[in-house]
């Protein structure tokens, strides 16, 4: 995946991402279903508010960690992003929350 120009999103920048091999649609589809992170995902494209605990806690370590960071985790355009603040020069940003699956091809 190569990154273009960035989003403006109203205060956050999103890196626009050139999907080789992936659609927005697959990338949703890929997000809801990682058997990591997938529970978390789907509970956040549904709601704002955090919902309790006893809802993931089932769920792996990995769905856990992301649970924990809730308030972090913002939806744009059908994708869960993690909201990353400003430090020093940089601006605040959005990071994709990328699955397990796609996560080699990011790296």
Same mark, same amino acid.
């Given at each position: 995946? #190569?990154?273009? &120009?960035? /989003? *403006?999103?109203?205060? #956050?920048?999103?890196? =626009? ?6 659609? !927005?649609?697959? @990338? ?5 279903? *990682? $058997?990591? /992170?997938? !529970?978390? /995902? ?9 919902? $309790? /605990? ?5 769920? &792996?370590? #990995?769905?856990? #960690? ?10 744009? *355009? ?7 603040? !400003? ?16 996560? =080699? *091809?990011? @790296?």
């Amino acid at each position: 995946m #190569a990154r273009d &120009s960035s /989003i *403006d999103t109203g205060g #956050a920048t999103v890196p =626009k991402v050139t999907e080789a091999n992936e659609t !927005a649609t697959e @990338m949703t589809v890929k997000q809801k279903t *990682d $058997p990591e /992170i997938g !529970a978390v /995902i789907q509970l956040r494209l549904q709601q704002e508010e955090r919902p $309790p /605990i006893t809802e993931i806690m089932t769920e &792996s370590g #990995a769905a856990k #960690a992301l649970y924990s960071q809730w308030e972090l985790l913002q939806v744009r *355009d059908g994708h869960v992003y993690w909201r990353l603040p !400003a430090k020093g020069e940089r601006p605040e940003y959005l990071q994709l929350v990328v699955p397990a699956e796609l996560q =080699k *091809d990011l @790296m």
